[in-house]
Nanobody, 123 residues
């Protein structure tokens, strides 16, 4: 059974940076697209970024373009989200997810999920 485990969340001041990691284990994720989603208190979970298995294609939500960078190291079975210029509205639980083939922004397309890591940005 595959497992995705997020780490790297924490408390940071506005304007600061964090790097989230998503470690995959229990199965190979070669050929799988992977994505980051987030859920703020009282809101629905939303798409943040996604990447193809060979890092050839990356997609971002408009709200994070230019500030966040998604990447992956398939040799380490790990995906990353570098978050710069953080804003209080970025506060949320961040989840990583995986699906076969190409990335999408629809969370319903992703069958594999991690448990999430909390990111809190203070003003």
């Amino acid at each position: 059974q595959g497992q995705l485990v997020e780490s790297g969340g924490g408390l940071v001041q506005a304007g600061g940076s964090l790097r989230l990691s998503c470690a995959a284990s229990g199965r190979t994720y070669s050929g799988y697209a992977m994505g980051w989603f987030r859920q703020a208190p009282g809101k629905e979970r939303e798409f943040v970024a996604a990447i193809t298995w060979n890092s050839g294609n990356r997609e971002y939500a408009d709200s994070v373009k230019g500030r966040f960078t998604i990447s992956r190291d398939d040799a380490k079975n790990t995906m990353y989200l570098q978050m710069n210029s953080l804003k209080p509205e970025d506060t949320a639980v961040y989840y990583c997810a995986a699906r076969l083939w190409f990335p999408t922004s629809d969370q319903n397309d992703y069958p594999y999920w991690g448990q999430g890591t909390q990111v809190t940005v203070s003003s």
